[in-house]
Each structure stands twice: as structure tokens, then as C-alpha cells.
């Protein structure tokens, strides 16, 4: 006896949205991690410049990235995480 836009927000929504939220988290923490690899085959980024600065021989400066692309995928990871359990 509900509406249609009664059905969708109070029956369809609620179901389909954990797993809206999960793939659209895991496509995001997969894309950041991809990112940084991509630099290295030449398509830009952090990567590239991890790139150049390894062919320079400063290895501080790519500890240091790495370090903190280690430490943002971590975040992600983990504000991920807290999503997906509150979604779910």
C-alpha cells in the first residue's frame, strides 16, 4: 500500500546500500594503492615521482614518500573499515 517513492526510500534503499557503499570503498582503496604503481610505468602521479627521485639518488625523500603513501593507504583503509561497519 506504500507508494513507489515510499517503496524505494523505506525498502529498496535500506538493502542495496551496504553493498553500494562497500564496492564504492574497495574501488576507492584499490584505486590509491594502483596509483602510486601506475607512476612507476610512466602514467604520472606519486609514482613517477618516486620515479625520479630513485633515478636521482635521493632515498631519503622516497623513504619519506613511501612512508607516507604506506601511512594514507593505512588511513583509508582504516576510515574504510569504520564505514563499512556502520553501514553494514
Given at each position: 500500500g506504500a507508494a513507489p517513492l515510499q517503496t524505494l526510500s523505506f525498502a529498496v534503499?535500506?538493502?542495496?546500500m551496504p553493498l553500494i557503499v562497500s564496492y564504492s570503498l574497495m574501488r576507492f582503496e584499490s584505486n590509491v594503492r594502483s596509483a602510486t604503481v601506475l607512476g612507476f610505468v610512466g602514467a604520472?602521479?606519486?609514482?613517477?615521482?618516486?620515479?625520479?627521485?630513485?633515478?636521482?639518488?635521493?632515498?631519503?625523500?622516497?623513504?619519506?614518500?613511501m612512508i607516507l603513501?604506506?601511512?594514507a593507504v593505512t588511513l583509508i583503509d582504516y576510515g574504510c573499515g569504520r564505514l563499512r561497519r556502520y553501514f553494514i
Open positions: 534503499i535500506p538493502q542495496i604520472g602521479g606519486i609514482g613517477f615521482l618516486m620515479y625520479d627521485k630513485i633515478n636521482g639518488y635521493m632515498y631519503r625523500e622516497v623513504c619519506t614518500m603513501v604506506i601511512f
